[in-house]
């Protein structure tokens, strides 16, 4: 005697979207700098952020270096050499500008030397990131 299944459509539709879902379709995950993360307290920011992109998966957050892992197909962004500027404006939009992501430096780290600059009268994260882009560039 055999047993017959029998399950609602809706149900049977949201299984097999279950299975057959799995996420974004990059070959492999991207590094990128990101502008913004200038304080450790940043980095929870930043996650809050990214988790209102759907498109995007963040992989890992390198603090130290300013980095970010991201799995994404950069293919829903358009053009090759547009992708990275689509993905720049998507989080300077859900961040209200507080972030942004560049290419990775080519200048090897031991090349580079750590500088400090106070500036005062900088009391929001915005009036932060300002400075550290005028700094950056």
């Known amino acids: 005697m055999s047993r017959r299944w029998h399950l609602p459509f809706s149900a049977l539709m949201i299984l097999c979207f279950m299975v057959l879902w799995t996420g974004p379709a990059s070959a492999k995950p991207i590094k990128h700098h990101v502008t913004g993360l200038f304080m450790p307290e940043r980095e929870q920011d930043l996650r809050a952020e990214l988790a209102m992109i759907p498109e995007v998966k963040l992989v890992r957050i390198d603090y130290k270096n300013a980095e970010v892992t991201l799995d994404y197909d950069a293919a829903n962004f358009g053009k090759p050499e ?24 080519t200048t090897p780290l031991d090349k580079l030397k750590w500088i400090e600059i106070p500036v005062g009268g900088l009391d929001c994260k915005a009036c932060c990131l300002a400075a550290y882009e005028s700094v950056y560039r």
């Not at 689509?86 to 992501?101: C, E, I, P, Q």
Request: charge should be positive.
């Open 82 to 105: 547009q992708a990275l500027a689509k993905l720049d404006h998507l989080l300077k939009s859900a961040s209200n500008h507080t972030f942004g992501v560049k290419p990775l430096t």
